[in-house]
Every structure is written in structure tokens, then in C-alpha cells.
T-cell receptor, first 114, second 114 residues
Framework: DTAVSQTPKYLVTQMGNDKSIKCEQN?????MYWYKQDSKKFLKIMFS???????INETVPNRFSPKSPDKAHLNLHINSLELGDSAVYFC?????????????FGEGSRLTVL | AQSVTQPDIHITVSEGASLELRCNYS??????LFWYVQSPGQGLQLLLK??????LVQGIKGFEAEFKRSQSSFNLRKPSVHWSDAAEYFC????????????FGTGTRLQVTL
């Protein structure tokens, strides 16, 4: 059983399109995250949800809209895709909301914008 | 603001040789420190973490790291590298509070020659 699963694993799309990435965790964790890894492998946090409530929004453009229907799911919708959005997007979950706990990562979703 | 520096972008070692990957952090309070490994096309996996106590921490796959407050460092070591250790290694520092998050370094790519 995959602990943190993301779909799709690969996305290739044209500029201006809208796309979504889904994430599910079966670990029972309260906190979920989206991280973006650029072409130089730099990982930067985008969003964090704790039990469906947005707690971190790291100055991400409004075109990115996370949604957490329940604490086991965190989806990422991106509108009007731009070339610079090309990256690998990682979902992660953690057992501790207000403290520091280990992050459990999904395998990533590689987005390529042409 | 917290930050992490990994001075070595790329390191090559021979199989069986020892390894040390450097990590320096900047954080105002007691840091929570992590090392993650990313194999090609995969998500990140936790190798080890330091929260408090013994400054030498043991992790999975034979890795260890030593926290040195005076040097603001958390270097990762392995006495004898295996070819399967070739991967990208990330150091991270954790921020506590109502919105806990990890800040990652830029990573060190490890190549192992046979």
C-alpha cells in the first residue's frame, strides 16, 4: 500500500491550460503539504493544510489553488499554466501539525508546460 | 528566517570509500534537522533526524549525522559507500509553531564509482 500517492505522475500540457494534481495519504496524518521542486532540484514549500485548514501559503501565485476535501486528501489546481510552472510537484504528509515531524513524500508529479 | 546551505553540489566517491556530506543551517532557536535522500524519479525518504539529546544520530542504510551547534552544522556520514547510495541528498531544518514547515538545502548529488 502506497502511503502518499499522487496522480498523475506525468503531465504534459500547453501554456494557458488548467490542470489538477491529486494527492491522498493513508497514514492518518493531520497535515499535508505541497512542495515544488524546480529543474535545479530546489525544493520549496507552497502550501500546508492541517485537518483541512490552510495554514501555510508561501506567496504562491493565485493561479495555484489547493483544496483539501478531507484530511486524507490534498489536491492542487493550477490555472493558466505558464512555462515557469514546469517542475516536479511533491505532496507530503506529517503526523504533527503544530510541531515538527517527519515528512512522508509522494513520488512526485512531473509537470511540463510547452 | 531559517536557511540551509549544502556547499557541495556534486560529490563522487568510490564504492567502499567513506562519505561526508556537508550541511550548514541558520536558525534562531534550537533547530530540528533532517537528512532526506531522493533516488531518481522517486520522492524523498527520511534518512535521519535530530531533535534533541545525543548529537550523533543514527539513521537508516548505515548513515549517521552529527549536530555541532558551535559550527551550525549537521554533516551526514557513512563509513563505506555502496553503489546503491548514488542519489540526491537533502538537508533540511524545521521551524516549529502553529505552521510547522521544513526548509530544504539545494541538495548534493552523490555519484558512486565502481
Amino acid at each position: 500500500d502506497t502511503a502518499v500517492s499522487q496522480t498523475p505522475k506525468y503531465l504534459v500540457t500547453q501554456m494557458g491550460n488548467d490542470k489538477s494534481i491529486k494527492c491522498e495519504q493513508n497514514l492518518g496524518h493531520d497535515t499535508m503539504y505541497w512542495y515544488k521542486q524546480d529543474s535545479k532540484k530546489f525544493l520549496k514549500i507552497m502550501f500546508s493544510y492541517n485537518n483541512k485548514e490552510l495554514i501555510i501559503n508561501e506567496t504562491v501565485p493565485n493561479r495555484f489553488s489547493p483544496k483539501s476535501p478531507d484530511k486524507a486528501h490534498l489536491n492542487l489546481h493550477i490555472n493558466s499554466l505558464e512555462l515557469g510552472d514546469s517542475a516536479v510537484y511533491f505532496c507530503a504528509s506529517s503526523p504533527l501539525g503544530g510541531g515538527i515531524g517527519e515528512l512522508f513524500f509522494g513520488e512526485g508529479s512531473r509537470l511540463t508546460v510547452l | 528566517a531559517q536557511s540551509v546551505t549544502q556547499p557541495d553540489i556534486h560529490i563522487t566517491v568510490s564504492e567502499g570509500a567513506s562519505l561526508e556530506l556537508r550541511c550548514n543551517y541558520s536558525y534562531g532557536a534550537t533547530p530540528y534537522l533532517f537528512w532526506y535522500v531522493q533516488s531518481p524519479g522517486q520522492g524523498l525518504q527520511l534518512l535521519l533526524k535530530y531533535f534533541s539529546g545525543d548529537t550523533l544520530v543514527q539513521g537508516i542504510k548505515g548513515f549517521e549525522a552529527e549536530f555541532k551547534r558551535s559550527q551550525s552544522s549537521f554533516n551526514l556520514r557513512k563509513p563505506s559507500v555502496h553503489w546503491s547510495d548514488a542519489a540526491e541528498y537533502f538537508c533540511a531544518v524545521g521551524q516549529t509553531g502553529t505552521a510547522s514547515k521544513l526548509t530544504f538545502g539545494t541538495g548534493t548529488r552523490l555519484q558512486v564509482t565502481l
